[in-house]
């Protein structure tokens, strides 16, 4: 049968030529110390093991292959993995037992899970398996860590049922069934480690995968290794390597603008790992370690849907930004804002729209407010209205809550350095913690920075409460006026900056 390969083996059936490697790896008692039921004690023995791994093979009766390093430039193996077919059901073949082992020098990189993983796709979608059942005694911690990684599910302990090494052992019994590979082999454990320099070649090849299509001079995915180590040795950015359960995948850099804000400087994935979610649960666990952030920015060639999509999955939104890098390449601008307060970007008008709704449905309800006797109150605002303020460059903001917009508040350029307040507004179930008075503040620093001189407002006058609340933070009233078409009265306030 052909191969089957990964990102690092080439995993193959056994031949006659195998035997030096094989007779030194089975015969290795402390290695095999575990498998002493498959251990050889001669080179002879090791022959008949290796003939009869083929034999298996040939018959059907056996899946068993051997592993090796593509990265070697050879075909020695250096472990090996495999089943039995135990039983053959109307609905497919039953698989028991799984195993692997490998050399003393070859473990802890990951090797034995890549090639267990890579086999175990092949039972369940090239050799009609329905199941397969694997175990371990208790002690054997190795294993059961590999298990847990490929994904079996633990079916039971067994007490004190075999014996080994002079003594009776538990075993533990785990299995895994088509349909739950199916959904798990799209699953991959994800951590994010800190880079050290020795990374630097391996996240450079990484990233240049990643981006292989922009092939210009310009393109800023195309540099050396001699970047990213300068990154990682002065501490310009923070970088680290994305790990899918022990395979190097890629790569994800932060760098730290201060007061809470971060650049998502960049993020790649192996071309075969992407569209697996990696990015997305890289990202999720990048920004945990920044729990001071206030807000995210990143960019990406705006080519690339499927970093659009992952990005705004994972909460970030288009700036409308765009900056040209050369005929070939233009980044998009995003971000995400965490906690404070920012400007609204067009692409969350239809957010801020059901923010400011929601907020004066509550000043509707008090003073019988409907679509019928009072169309155009903010209580009733679109999408559209709000469209239309942003093309007029009004100054839109939100605040924000642990990513949640809570709040939202904009400001016109009417003349002469005056300045209109509209549609102050906060969730129902953020009032009465300084979100209001947040939002009023900022804008009052913000129309003293541009040289301005007074703030003004139009307010329900017969809404005391609220009058009574701009009073307390600066305004003063101004006067009055009614309107045929409105069914209260409108009060005018304004403040004066200093």
Known sequence: MKPLETERLIIREYHESDLSEYHELLSDKQNMYFLDDITTNSLEESRESLKNAVHMNNSGKARRFCITLKERGNDKLIGGVGYEISAITPLGKIADPMGWFIMPEFQNNGYVTEAARRVLDYAFSQDDCIRVVTGCYADNLPTQKVMDKVGFRKEGERFKTHFHDGKMKDRLEYALNKDEWEIKKETVNITIIPAILDDAASLTAIQKQAFEIYQDEASPYLRESSELKHQIENRTRDIYKIVADDLLCGGIAVCNNGDGEYYLNRIYILPQLQGKSV???????????????????VDFPVDQLANKKCYEYSGYYDTGL????????ILAYYEKAVNGIFRIQQTQLDNATDIIRTSFSTVASEFGLTEQNCPNHTSFITADKLQGHFESDWMMYGLYNDE?????????????????????????????????RQLLDFCKENVIKMSGKKITISIIEENTVLKNWYAANGFAHTGTKTFAHLPFTVGFMEWEGL
Not at 279 to 297: F, M, N, Q, S, V
Not at 406 to 431: C, D, K, Q, T
């Open 322 to 329: 765009r900056e040209t890098i050369s005929d070939k390449l």
């Open 404 to 436: 949640r917009l809570v709040g939202y508040i904009s400001l016109s350029n009417e003349s002469a350095g005056v300045y209109e307040l509209h549609n102050l507004s906060v969730l129902p179930e953020y009032r009465h913690k300084r979100c209001g």
């Open 279 to 297: 990015g997305r649960k890289a990202i999720e666990l990048c920004e945990k370690k920044y729990p001071d952030a206030k807000r995210w920015t």
